[in-house]
């Protein structure tokens, strides 16, 4: 978000705020309760987008490329090693164990999870017989430990520069919404400068948190926003 941007939400949270303690001073008018309720929605909105857009995509990218492929390294090389200690004891489990790099890498993120956590429960059932000459406890731990921490789903939802983009425009709507909500909501306010001043009174004092922290002295300006 721009920094205009950012003080326009923090009006509206102000407002949201208001609104929230003095809901029984406007308990009955149906008119406001339906225009603080979108208030409420687009504010939401709002914050979704703005964690959208904030990703920093490329730097996301990188570590969750590095994870994967620290994940099918281990595997790598753990598993051929497991398989050795196999061949010819009449075991399938050097057959199984047996892979290479361009195997792993051809699957997707959660395939490849779901295969070199197969191949790692196939070793980690034989830890006596190969620990210490083929696989020690602490490779294992640090095989294990790449295969946790590498999040596949996150690795192939992948969120692309696009998506920032496409946030960054989605913003701006939401700004010109949230502009029109509290437009009407000025005018549905104004007629509490008669029925409830304590009530108006911190309204105004609340949209006065706006543009760059800027402090209008005209009561409610329609381009305040």
Not at 5 to 19: D, I, S
Not at 94 to 101: D, G, P, W
Not at 172 to 188: A, G, N
Request: glycine share 2%; aromatic share 6%.
């Amino acid at each position: 978000m721009t920094t205009k941007q950012t003080n326009r939400l923090e009006m509206a949270k102000t407002l949201k705020q208001l609104f929230s303690v003095e809901q029984a001073a406007y308990a009955e008018n149906n008119p406001l309760i339906t225009r603080v309720s979108e208030l409420n929605t687009l504010i939401e909105n709002i914050d979704v987008i703005a964690g959208v857009q904030n990703i920093d995509t490329t730097a996301n990218t990188s570590l969750k490329t590095n994870a994967k492929a620290l994940m099918i390294t281990l595997t790598v090389a753990y598993a051929n090693t497991a398989a050795d200690f196999f061949d010819g004891k009449d075991s399938p489990l050097s057959k199984q164990l047996t892979t290479n790099k361009s195997k792993i890498q051809r699957l997707s993120g959660v395939e490849a999870k779901i295969y070199c956590d197969k191949l790692y429960k196939l070793v980690a059932d034989n830890k006596v017989s190969l620990s210490p000459d083929y696989v020690t406890v602490a490779e294992m731990q640090e095989w294990q430990n790449a295969i946790t921490n590498f999040d596949a789903k996150a690795f192939d939802a992948g969120l692309t520069i696009d998506t920032t983009q496409n946030a960054t425009r989605e913003l701006d709507e939401e700004f010109k919404k949230l502009k029109q909500c509290i437009t009407k909501i000025d005018r549905l306010m104004k007629k509490y400068d008669i029925l409830n001043l304590s009530l108006y009174g911190k309204y105004k004092i609340s949209r006065k948190i706006s543009d760059l922290g800027t402090r209008h002295k005209n009561d409610l300006p329609p381009d305040q926003l």
